[in-house]
Structures are given as C-alpha cells and as structure tokens.
C-alpha cells in the first residue's frame, strides 16, 4: 500500500459530498420536529372543556380579548404548553448530556437516581413540612445538585469513571427511595396523593407566575450546557481518546454533570420528574438523526413533543386524568424494556 | 471426570485447606449464631416499652398475660421470629444470586425482584380487591419471580452474559418501569395507595403466626434448593465454561438456584415487603471469613442475615420511640453507604 | 508539515496506579522523526509509560517534557495538536460514519468560534486517502471490519496533524496479515510526513522489524534502548522476558529474529535447548548503558 498523500484534486470533495448530505438529512429532522411541537403546541392549546378554534387561539395571543376564549387559552393553557415545552426541552436535553457522556443510552439521569435528590427532598418537604410552590422549588433544586455533587464526589477515585458513576447513582437512588417511602407513610393520605402526583409529574401546577423563573433559569443555563457540550463528541469516544484530542475528561464530566442536573432539577421542581421524557428523548432523537450530528438539540425537541403529546393524551383521551407522567411512564416502559435488551445484545452507545 | 478426583479443582483445594481457613470458618459462624441469640433477646426486650432480662425469658416461656411487660414481650415473639426467617432468607437468596450470576452486586431489591411485588400487590388490591397480608403474600410472590426472570433475562443477554453493570442498570430502569404502573394505579385510587404505601416499605410490624406458618415451607424448600447447588455454584465461581469443563450441569444448576433464590427472596419480600441491600451486604460480610467456598458462605449468610436484620430492626424501633422507622428504611439508609464502599473497591475494568 | 520537528522526554518519571508503583525514575528521550516501539514482557509498565507521556496518568515524580516544557503545565488542547494518541480500546459512537469520526480528529484545532470549514473537509479526505479507506467515507463504522476500524482510528489520529504520535498496542485484536498492514501504514506516515511514532508493541519481531528504535522495559525499569539489531540479542530475551531463545536475522529484513527455544521439537537445530539457556553471556550490545 502506499500512501498517497498529494492531495486529491479537488481536496475534501468527496467528505464535503457525504457531509453536506448528512447536514441536509439532520435539517429535514430537525424541521419536522420543531414543526411537529408546534402542531401538537396549537392542538393544546384549543382542546379543552370549552375548545376554540385556531383563529380565536391565534387572536388571543396577539392580545386580543376573546370572549370564552381569553382566559381559557389565554390564562389556563397558555401557560401550560409552555411550561410543557420547556420543561420537555429541559428533560430531553439534560437526559442526552447523560446518555452521551456515561456512554449508555440507559444511563439517563432519572434512571441512576442522579435527579433522585430533587424529588426526595420534595416530597419529604411536601409531608412533613407543608411546603409548596417557589419554597418547594428551590428546595428541590438545591437538594438535586447536591446530591449530584455527591454521587460524582462518592465515584472519584483518581478520576470518575462512567461505571462507578451509575452505580453509585443507582445505590443513592434506591436509599433515596427509601426516603420517600418512610415520608409517604408519615404524611396524611391528602399529602401522600399530593406528593405521589408531583413525583409522577404533572402540569396541572402550570401557571404563569411559574412559567417566567423557568424559563429564565434555562435561558442562563441551557446555553451553558449547549457550549460545555462541544466536548461530548470527544468525550464519546472514551476517556483516553478524549485527553488525546486534548479535553480533560474528568473535569469535562464534573461541568456537564453539574450544569445538566441543574437543568434537569429546575424542570423538576416546576412539574416534578416527568418520567421517563430525560430516559426517552435521546433515544428517540438518535433513531431519527441515524449519526448525523450532536443530539442536544433534537433530544430537546423530541422532550417537548413527548411532554405536549403526553399531557393531551392524559387530559383528554383516557377515562380519567391523568398527569401527563403516568402516560409517559406508562408508554415509556416497554420501550424502555427493549431498549434494555436492544442495548444488552448489541453492547451499543448513543 | 469427576469434581473430587480432579487435581487443581476448588474442592481437591478445599480438601487440603489450612487449619487456619477452617478454625476462622468455625469461628465465624459461631460468632454469627452468638450475634443471632444476642438479637433475639434484644428484639424482645426493646421497643415502645423496654423489659427487663427476667421478663423476657418469663414472657417467651410461660407468659403471664396480666403482666404488661411479658404481654409486650409475648407480642414481639411472632415479629423475632418472622424477623429472623426473613433475614435468612434475604442473606441466602442473596449469596445465591451472587454466586449463580458471578455478580457481587446481586441484590432482590436492586434487582427489581421487589417492584415487581409492588406492582403485584397493587393489582391485588386492585383488581381483585385484596385486602389481609396471607392474600398479598401470593401476589407479591408471584410478581417477584416474574420480575426476576425478567431481570435477569434482559440482563443477561449479549456476548459478556449478566455484568453487574448490565444486571444493575437493567434492575433500575425495570423498577422504573414497573413503578410507573404501580404509580398509575394509585393516582386513580386513593384508597389503594393509602393501604399500599404501608406495605411499600418493608416492615415486620405486621407479624402474625397465621403467616409464619404460611411462609415456613416456601423457605424451607429454598434454603434446601440453595443448600443442594452450594458446590455446583463453586464451580460456576470459575466461570461457565469452566464448570462444564469440571463436568458441571450449569443450566440445571442455573435453573435450581434460580428457583430457590425466587423461593427464599420473593417470600421474603411478600411477607415483609421491600427489603433493600440485606441480601446485598450480608454475603459479602460473610465471604471476609468464610472465604468463597458455598457450602460455609450460605449456613454464614443465613446467621448473620438473621442476626442483621433483627438489629437493624430494633434500632427502628429505638430510635424513634415511641413511633416506629420501618426496617427497609433502616436497611436502606445502613445498606447503601456499604454498597458504595463495595463499588468503590472493585476495579472498575471488572464490573 | 513545516511545523519544526517536536521533541518529546521523559525525566526520572515514577507512575502507578493507586497503591501500586509501575514504571520507577524512568529516563528516556524519544528520537524525534523515529519509529520508537516500547517492548518487555506481560506487565512490565510500557502502557503505563505510554499513558505517563500522553499524560493520561498523572507522574508522582519527574517530568515528561515535549519540547522541552513539561507536558502538565500545557493546555491540553496545546498539546493535542502537537501530540497526537491513539488509546488501546477507544469507543465507537453507534451508528456515526467513518468519515464523521475521522472528523473528530480535528477537535484540537477548533475554536470557540472556529467551526467546520473546507481546510477541515481537505485533512479529514487526507487521512482517509492515506489509510486507504475514501471509499468506505460515508459507511457507518460499526458495519465495518476489525482491520478496516483500526484504520479508521488511526485516521482519526491523522486528522488531528500532530507531529507526534503514540500508540498503544495498534495490532492487537488484528489477524496476522493485517497487524503488517497496520505497521506498514504507520511507517509510510513516518516516512511521508516525519511524524514521530512510538507504540507498544507485543510482539516481539515485528517491533525489531518495523522499529527504528526499541525501548526494553523489565519491571517497571529501562532495561536497554537503541538500534533493535543491538537490542536484541539472546541474553536480552532472557531477561526481559525470562526465555531461552536464538536471535538470527530475518531473512527478509535482516533485523533480529527471535525464535523461542521452549523444551520440545528442538532437536533439529544446531544448538540443544539446555545449552542454549546456558550460553554465557553475549557481548553486550552498545546501547545497553542506559542514559
């Protein structure tokens, strides 16, 4: 063999060919997500008890006063599917950081109890001490970083290793759980429904004194996250590859975890862990975007669909309602089960 | 070829062990049954009313029901006992599963063996309105053993078979799964969740003899099952191939030790609810002086799985006087600390 | 490639893991534009003192250098792009193509603003071309060969354009034919565009055949370094990796050939096995004081 080194020609073309069209192929996707969320976003907000037409919903957020229609959509769904889509975007991005940087498509942050944080400490704030609203947010908020910072500190041992990570989540998850348990049995039966419903995850709480310091927090910290993920691709392909193209990974890990539980514990806190939407979105993406790039972005996408669809779904298509985490947890299960096996059989990664 | 006329195999070692090896064995498990007596007395004696020596042994052997104090006693006997039979079971159905899938970290809790009895029993309720413990003891049981052969299938597939890595994760997200079902219940049914949510935290609290007697034989076939593969797993120890190589049966020995730690870890947690890190912690804690040799870690994890879990019981039960802090948080909250310690010493590059 | 030539040293370095020391106050400098191969028995430190120079373990004592400056107090990102590495297993994003992982080598030179331009489009086509492997740009990489996946990586590395590059065991895992394959590519590298290569390499004969330079480590320790024709030699098979055997040259290439003696089937030679382990001495080869 021998090594042609001239340089071919045109040089690149034939790279250039094969990119370009791997770019035109994650546009396509990428468009039809955005396009889907906001259908689904539009669907949310005219259905209800008392429908209106898209036209009334447009008018209504063009700040026109509609009769009927103004506080239906305006006060009580607006602020819904937005939290929703927020809150999706939050889960589905911070659970592919996760998925991504351990290297395990199971290794979602609420699957290894690295989010376990957040709920335990709500739920005990919620029956033993009666909290609710901004209190109980940043209760949960605090508790999920610091039970995150925790587990990362429990697996250092000359550097944190992917392994030891998850299953030391996994062991903090199951005392957690534990936690919650000794709560549900000392609170009155209202307080366990109450805290039983918020750790399934709901949008019922969804109003628009809470939609404003959501969505700040994650103008402020999704960027982050956007940025310290360029190290990802590196990150990928082990620890070793990654200090060779020069990304530390040690500290890359301990940003990404820090900034991605962050995320995740502020979706938390305004609607609870909506299950399975950080385990389900990057999966998802991965299986539309076939390889063709980084899936922060399409993970979000996906989160907010599958958090807007679910919610339709528990509102209105089943006998009872249901909050919009009993139908992600109940749809997500199976495909979470053959994931698992998919996972196991072929050794894969995201 | 036979295992005992083979040079080099673990029971021609095992044949010549060191005096030493031996006497720690003995010692061990005799330190184990002292623990175990030692637990007994302080499960009766302490709780919402402390009682002396003299009232134990009165209050067990011909009680006196006028007396307040051997009275507290007499009704602590069934929950020693039941304490005593669940502790067994966990410590040898967890040494069994650690052995059959060559795994330190095997544990029916983590394993998802318990959420599978959860869902059970909520259906139970649900569907089938059940309501007394005896009923609930057959629908944990069977949820039990369907979510462990589930586990352990999904686990187990691909070219490495069951890493702990694999078997842990796949326990996880099947407790996730199998939760959300469970939370779906609830959240339409107030009335399920306010009966549930006592037995989803293990607890001997609810002990009577009716179950006892219930329980005894499903235990008593386990412990033989698990008792009969002990040097079948020693071989499986070496690998699968192995023990074949030994002219071990692996998938019959696979499938009877399967059996029996659904047997000894199911009933456990039907009769008990979820008990976290018990079968976890206590095999480890036995193998630092049995060694890895079946035939002495399984009699070791039975006592000191016992002796364990009645402490861990009546520290519940003091701490929090007059109220009481069920045993599978105990367990949980003294159990996971060990199982990070656990992790931490294995090599990574090995789980 | 008119970056001046880079140099790269280590100096009294000590390097372990945990509790357990594995290369001790190693000294040893890499000849730039070289073919370095690291050889010595089954746990006799040359990963971990691969690893120590592409600073993936930390050293307890002593400094690596490269270019005269020690390799912690560089930006890692500095040194990527000068120092190049290619770890024993690395790990294959599902489903990515081949020419999206080769991509991946061009982190180093990419900046905070900087994203993917034509230039990057004309590296990664380079590396491709020059592992032979255009054809197979646009194919996911998991459907791919052993033999064609090493490729890839090693692409991977190219595409980072370092003038140093180090290797940890590229041949394992490979068949016969392609673990020559796989040297083959390194040394047209190595000829074609100067990079300095240094690997661990197992195997004894391909290392004296493909190396310009052989680094012998016994326990953690430098046991001899230079030319392979001077390295090799019977008395330094013994030690290194405790086995009576005869050096001859290859008959192809002419460097050193190590063949085991072992205790049977040896009767054909001119030289029985026992008088073999009992030979004195050879003279010692000239590069033996070590530095």
């Not at chain 3, 280590?10 to 001790?24: K, Q």
Request: hydrophobic letters at 55%; proline letters at 5%.
């Amino acid at each position: 063999m021998t090594a042609a080194l001239a340089p071919a020609p045109a040089a690149g073309a034939v790279v250039a060919r094969g990119r370009r069209a791997r770019t035109r192929r994650r546009r396509t996707v990428l468009v039809v997500l955005v396009l889907a969320v906001l259908a689904v976003a539009v669907l949310a907000l005219c259905v209800g008890e008392r429908s209106s037409s898209p036209a009334e919903v447009l008018r209504v957020l063009l700040g026109e006063q509609v009769p009927g229609a103004s506080f239906n959509v305006g006060v009580l769904r607006a602020p819904r599917v937005l939290t929703g889509i927020l809150v999706g975007v939050a889960f589905g991005m911070g659970g592919v950081v996760f998925q991504t940087m351990l290297r395990n498509p199971l290794a979602s942050p609420d699957i290894i109890g690295v989010s376990a944080g957040s709920s335990a400490a709500a739920v005990v704030a919620i029956t033993l001490f009666g909290l609710s609203g901004a209190a109980l947010s940043v209760v949960a908020v605090v508790a999920g970083l610091a039970v995150a910072a925790a587990i990362y500190a429990l697996s250092w041992r000359s550097g944190v290793q992917g392994a030891r990570l998850v299953l030391i989540g996994i062991a903090v998850g199951a005392m957690l759980d534990s936690v919650i348990g000794y709560a549900l049995t000392r609170a009155g039966v209202y307080d366990a429904n109450e805290a039983l419903r918020w750790l399934t995850g709901s949008l019922n709480s969804a109003f628009w004194p809470g939609v404003g310091p959501l969505a700040a927090a994650l103008a402020v910290l999704l960027p982050v996250l956007l940025v310290l993920a360029r190290r990802l691709p590196a990150l990928q392909l082990g620890d070793d590859a990654a200090a060779g193209l020069g990304v530390s990974p040690d500290r890359s890990r301990l940003g990404l975890l820090l900034v991605a539980v962050a995320v995740i514990a502020v979706a938390t806190a305004a609607t609870g862990p909506i299950a399975f939407v950080a385990f389900l979105s990057g999966p998802i993406a991965h299986r539309l975007m076939r390889g063709t790039g980084a899936l922060l972005v399409p993970a979000a996408l996906v989160g907010a669909l599958l958090v807007l669809s679910a919610d339709l779904v528990g509102q209105h298509l089943l006998v009872h309602r249901f909050p919009v985490g009993v139908v992600t947890g109940v749809l997500g299960a199976p495909y979470l089960l053959w994931l698992l096996a998919r996972t196991n059989r072929s050794g894969g990664s995201l | 070829m036979t295992l005992t006329a083979t040079p080099g195999t673990p029971a021609a070692t095992l044949g010549g062990r060191p005096a030493s090896l031996r006497r720690r064995r003995t010692v061990g498990l005799a330190a184990c049954v002292v623990a175990v007596l030692l637990a007994v007395v302080a499960s009766l004696a302490f709780g919402a009313r402390v009682v002396g020596p003299s009232d134990v042994v009165a209050g067990v052997l011909h009680p006196d029901t006028s007396d307040i104090a051997q009275a507290a006693v007499r009704s602590r006997v069934a929950r020693t006992l039941l304490g005593l039979l669940v502790g067994a079971a966990l410590g040898v159905g967890g040494a069994v599963l650690q052995g059959l899938t060559r795994n330190p970290l095997a544990d029916p809790a983590l394993l998802g063996i318990s959420s599978g009895a959860s869902l059970a029993v909520v259906l139970g309720i649900m569907l089938l309105g059940l309501s007394t413990l005896t009923q609930y003891v057959w629908m944990a049981f069977a949820g039990a053993a369907l979510a462990s052969v589930l586990v352990y299938a999904i686990g187990s597939l691909g070219r490495e078979g069951a890493t702990p890595l694999k078997l842990a994760l796949a326990g996880a997200a099947t407790t996730a799964a199998l939760g959300s079902g469970v939370s779906m219940v609830l959240l339409s049914r107030t009335d399920v969740l306010d009966t549930f949510r006592f037995w989803q935290v293990g607890s001997l609290g609810r002990a009577s003899f009716a179950e006892l007697g219930q329980v005894l034989p499903f235990l008593a076939v386990g412990a033989v099952l698990a008792v009969g593969c002990a040097r079948g797993m020693d071989a499986i120890a070496l690998g699968d191939d192995v023990a074949v190589g030994l002219g071990q049966r692996v998938g019959v020995i696979r499938a009877v030790g399967g059996t029996a730690a659904v047997l000894l870890c199911g009933t456990a947690v039907a009769v008990a609810g979820p008990i976290g890190f018990v079968g976890l912690v206590i095999p480890h804690l036995a193998r630092t002086f049995t060694g890895p040799s079946h035939r002495w870690l399984l009699p070791t994890s039975a006592a000191l799985g016992a002796a364990l879990l009645l402490a861990a019981d009546v520290i519940g039960r003091v701490v929090a006087r007059p109220q009481e802090i069920e045993v599978g948080i105990v367990t949980a909250l003294l159990g996971a600390p060990v199982f990070i310690a656990i992790i931490r010493r294995h090599k990574v590059a090995a789980l | 490639m008119t970056d001046p030539v880079h140099t790269l040293a280590v100096e009294g370095i000590t390097v372990g893991y945990d509790d357990r020391v594995v290369v001790h106050d190693m000294t040893l400098e890499i000849t730039p534009g070289a073919v370095t191969a690291i050889v010595g028995a089954n746990g006799c430190g040359k990963s971990t003192l691969l690893r120590a120079m592409a600073r993936l373990l930390p050293a307890r004592t002593g400094r690596v250098l490269l270019d005269g400056t020690p390799i912690d107090s560089m930006r890692s990102r500095d040194v990527a792009t000068v120092l190049g590495l290619l770890p024993q297993a690395p790990v294959c994003p599902e489903g990515i193509a081949v020419a999206d992982l080769v991509g991946r080598g061009r982190y180093p030179h990419q900046g905070w603003f900087r994203r993917w331009t034509a230039q990057d489009d004309a590296v990664v086509e380079q590396a491709l071309v020059a592992t032979d492997i255009l054809d197979l740009a646009d194919r996911p990489v998991d459907e791919l060969s052993g033999g064609q996946r090493q490729r890839v990586w090693i692409a991977m590395a190219l595409a980072q354009q370092t003038d140093v590059l180090l290797l940890d065991e590229p041949t394992t895992f490979l068949d016969v034919a392609h673990q020559v394959d796989v040297l083959d590519l390194l040394v047209d590298l190595n000829r074609d565009r100067g990079t300095t290569i240094v690997m661990v390499l197992h195997d004894l004969n391909l290392a004296a055949r493909y190396a310009d330079r052989l680094v012998a480590l016994t326990d953690g320790r430098l046991y001899a370094q230079g030319d392979p024709s001077d390295v090799v030699t019977e008395q330094m098979v013994r030690d290194v990796f405790g086995m009576a055997a005869r050096v001859v040259p290859d008959p192809v290439s002419g460097t050193p050939l190590v063949l085991p003696l072992g205790r049977h089937r040896t009767g054909r030679g001119t030289q029985p096995a026992d008088e073999g382990a009992a030979t004195p001495p050879t003279e010692r080869p000239a590069a033996q004081p070590v530095p």
